[in-house]
């Protein structure tokens, strides 16, 4: 394919993009060039305002130069070290950074943190650590892991196996004995609802229906999403974490919490796991954790996990997991510059500052053409459209499109478009957000 007649435009035969209809893409590109604060530039010069935080990551905004900075210092001074058998201080110092903000109560924080490359890498080893700790415990008949329908936890066979996307499921095997509970999101009792639904606590007892089908003693974990991003953004019911906790404790199952979108200040705490005062035993996170600038997850778990893995005869490997970018001394780098923008701005709470305008200003485009349902929580908006007849998640693309040719970068999931702007947003951003939107959608058949 020729590049396409314009400035600066790439060749763009030979990059597979992920997740992208590859072929329609590459007829039509949508390129982006630079970015700042609230925006990006495309290639075309054109100013776009940032919805989505990037991919849900970008959450002290763009262009940080504390963060590049901290990244060249870092690079120029050592670029790499061995992650296995050597170490170096500035991973350590990271580690120490997020044990003080670590989730979990005082006294009972999830404190103990491996670093991963990614989200799907975070999940995969808290899967394994939970895995792990069972068998240190002399509990090795539970090999099972549980998680919901319409969860994403990344694309490792652990993710896909736990997730609950089909099209991510359906063309490849999973780890043997994954299960999940219903997703909790019901429309008919909970539509249009700010914060969370009255209805569907009850559904956590799926856990207990898994427990009484396959034996607890067959359970390692189960993994939820706090609240699903991926597939829409669905908003845990009241009382459904605490019900899945308890669940959970009855019958020696650990709990795993996916924050790799609802970490580091999305619902105006810096977990979830505290917005929600509900502790897992871990905790994924992987994208907010460095801003989006360094590939990068962590994993926090508890000290009793920790110290039970780390009982083994001395000299041993307590874990046979890692990566070779496991505290990658860049991505350390541009972990600790922007934990010192979350605290300096305090964007940790930002989220709960403007949470009623943000309520506000997305439930008012109630009554819209194709709106068929909106839900808020923190700094995240999920707008489900009618789907056309004959091709689900078409209108909402058109949508995008529109909105992308009019300045304004949404997500789109099926025919639910997902909000979550960097968390330095200002008020006027959201009403430019709410205006660009309300026209798009009284614009698409
Ligand atoms: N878990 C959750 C909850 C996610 O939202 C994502 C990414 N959107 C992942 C895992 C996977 O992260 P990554 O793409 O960095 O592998």
Redo the contacts with the bound molecule.
């Keep these: 394919m020729d590049a396409h007649n314009k400035p600066n435009a790439p060749v763009l035969d030979s990059y597979w993009m992920p997740f992208t209809a590859n072929r329609q893409f590459k007829a039509a590109p949508r390129l982006l060039a630079s970015a700042e604060g609230m925006h990006y530039i495309s290639v075309d010069g054109r100013t776009i305002l940032d919805g989505t935080a990037g991919?849900?990551c970008v959450n002290a905004g763009h262009g940080r130069r504390q963060i590049a900075a901290a990244v060249e210092r870092q690079l120029s001074t050592m670029d790499f070290a061995p992650s296995f058998q050597m170490g170096h201080p500035i991973a350590f110092d990271f580690a120490e950074r997020l044990a003080e903000i670590a989730p979990g109560p005082a006294g009972a924080k999830l404190d103990r943190v491996f670093f991963t490359g990614?989200?799907?890498e975070s999940?995969d080893t808290a899967l394994k650590i939970a895995l792990a700790y069972q068998r240190s415990i002399g509990q090795g008949t539970r090999t099972r892991l549980i998680g919901r329908e319409r969860g994403?936890?990344?694309?490792g066979f652990g993710?896909i196996s736990v997730g609950g996307i089909v099209n991510n499921r359906r063309v490849f095997p999973q780890l043997p004995g994954s299960d999940h509970l219903r997703h909790t999101h019901d429309p008919a009792k909970n539509a249009f609802v700010k914060g969370q639904p009255e209805h569907g606590a009850e559904l956590a007892d799926d856990l207990e229906r898994l427990v009484a089908l396959h034996g607890a003693e067959t359970i390692a974990a189960c993994i939820v999403?706090p609240v699903a991003?991926?597939t829409g953004v669905l908003i845990p019911p009241k009382g459904y974490l605490e019900r899945l906790r308890a669940i959970c404790d009855k019958h020696g199952i650990l709990l795993i919490f996916?924050e790799?979108?609802t970490g580091f200040g999305r619902l105006g705490a810096t977990f979830a796991t505290d917005y929600f005062g509900v502790t897992p035993d871990l905790v994924?996170t992987?994208?907010g954790l460095t801003n989006g600038a360094i590939p990068m997850?962590a994993v926090f778990a508890s000290r009793k996990l920790h110290d039970a893995l780390m009982h083994g005869p001395e000299g041993q490997i307590e874990l046979f997991h890692g990566y070779t970018y496991s505290g990658h001394p860049a991505a350390c780098a541009a972990g600790i510059a922007t934990l010192d923008i979350y605290r300096d701005e305090g964007l940790m709470t930002r989220a709960g500052d403007l949470q009623e305008d943000w309520h506000e200003a997305m439930h008012s485009l109630n009554g819209l053409p194709h709106v068929i349902d909106i839900r808020t929580i923190g700094l995240i908006a999920g707008i489900e459209l009618k789907s056309r007849d004959s091709a689900p998640g078409a209108r909402a693309y058109d949508v995008f499109v529109d909105c992308f040719e009019r300045g304004l970068l949404i997500r789109v999931t099926g025919d639910i478009i997902a909000f979550s702007p960097p968390l330095i947003v200002e008020k006027e951003h959201i009403g430019e957000i709410v205006s660009t939107l309300a026209d798009a959608l009284k614009r698409v058949k």
Excluded: C, F, P, Q
Aim: no cysteine; proline share 0%; aromatic share 10%.
């Design positions: 991919l849900w990614s989200g799907s999940v994403y936890h990344g694309v993710g999403e991003g991926s996916d790799v979108i994924t992987a994208k997850g």
